[in-house]
């Protein structure tokens, strides 16, 4: 099976908690992040995985099941205490499933063992209502809106303090 060989929870004979339960998460380094460009053409149908691939510190996280690689995040630092999860998504066969919220999770433990304070990401509630109501159950609170023309619908900043990890 080719690394880009895709199947859904409908061609399966298991339950999505079988699934679950099979999920790994790793943290990429960048020599590792072509893993990342098949997903993302199938989730947001775009070749641009994020603006620049030029920061300074970079998490980038793949979510696999069996070795398939079914959601990602990638996010970088801003500042010294500011972390911004830039995109991230999952492969429509696996939503709803709880990986969205796994990948939050362990970016969030990622960006805490790097000693971030804040830990952020902008949505759209109209193209993406999973990654806003995700953020709001999780204790992220609303940093700011506003209109954004390129993807006609609000854009929103949710942002939440995070304790680094072992400090």
Same mark, same amino acid.
């Given at each position: 099976m080719s690394s880009t060989d895709h199947f859904t !929870? &409908?061609?399966r004979n298991t339950s999505p908690l079988d699934l679950l339960d099979r999920l790994s998460i790793r943290r990429l380094d960048r020599s590792e992040l072509k893993v990342l460009y098949p !997903?993302? &053409?199938r989730i947001f149908n775009e070749e641009r995985l994020i603006n620049s !691939?030029?920061?300074d510190l970079m998490i980038s996280l793949v979510a696999e099941i069996n070795g398939i690689p079914v959601g990602f995040k990638v996010g970088?630092?801003?500042n010294s &205490?500011?972390?911004y999860s830039a995109k991230g998504g999952v492969d429509p066969g696996y939503r709803k499933m709880g990986?969205?919220?796994s990948l939050l999770y362990r970016m969030l433990l990622e960006a805490s063992r790097e000693k971030f304070e804040y830990f952020y990401y902008d949505t759209f509630p109209n193209l993406y209502p999973g990654m806003y109501h995700l953020g709001l159950r999780e204790g992220f609170h609303i940093e700011f809106i506003q209109w954004n023309h390129r993807y006609k619908d609000y854009q929103v900043r949710l942002q939440k303090l995070i304790t680094p990890a072992g400090g």
């Open positions: !929870l &409908s061609n !997903l993302n &053409s !691939l030029e920061h970088y630092k801003v &205490s500011m972390f990986i969205a919220r």
